[in-house]
């Protein structure tokens, strides 16, 4: 069992910038994807941005509301993945929540972290 931990969650002005980071307990050996999902109040939960753990084609998948602004990494020897925010915007506001899945066990999430941005 793996356990996720987020953070680099604060309130920043929009236009601004944060680095929100997971620390991954376990091996993702045997996950398929890790990313960064989030939810607004009152809202589903959404996918941010996500890439494959393994194989050949290790291009990163990001939702069209943050194409362009956000970028996501992993740092295999730190066993941490980042999402990089610029440009945040109101609507960023969010808990941000990191994933790891796989076909067979589905999801496992960490607690999130809070994102608000001010107008």
């Known amino acids: 069992q793996v356990q996720l931990v987020e953070s680099g969650g604060d309130l920043v002005q929009a236009g601004g910038s944060l680095r929100l980071s997971c620390v991954v307990y376990?091996?993702?050996?045997?996950?398929?994807?890790m990313g960064w999902y989030r939810q607004a109040p009152g809202m589903q939960r959404e996918l941010v941005a996500s890439?494959?753990?393994?194989?050949?084609?290790?291009?990163?998948y990001y939702s069209d509301f943050v194409k362009g602004r956000f970028t996501i990494s992993r740092d295999n020897a730190q066993n941490t993945m980042y999402l990089q925010m610029n440009s945040l915007k109101p609507e960023d506001a969010a808990v941000y929540y990191c994933?790891?899945?796989?076909?067979?066990?589905?999801?496992?999430w960490g607690r999130g972290t809070q994102v608000t941005v001010s107008s």
């Open positions: 994933e790891l899945w796989d076909g067979v066990r589905g999801f496992q």
């Open positions: 376990g091996s993702t050996s045997t996950y398929d994807s």
């Open positions: 890439m494959p753990i393994g194989g050949s084609d290790g291009t990163p």
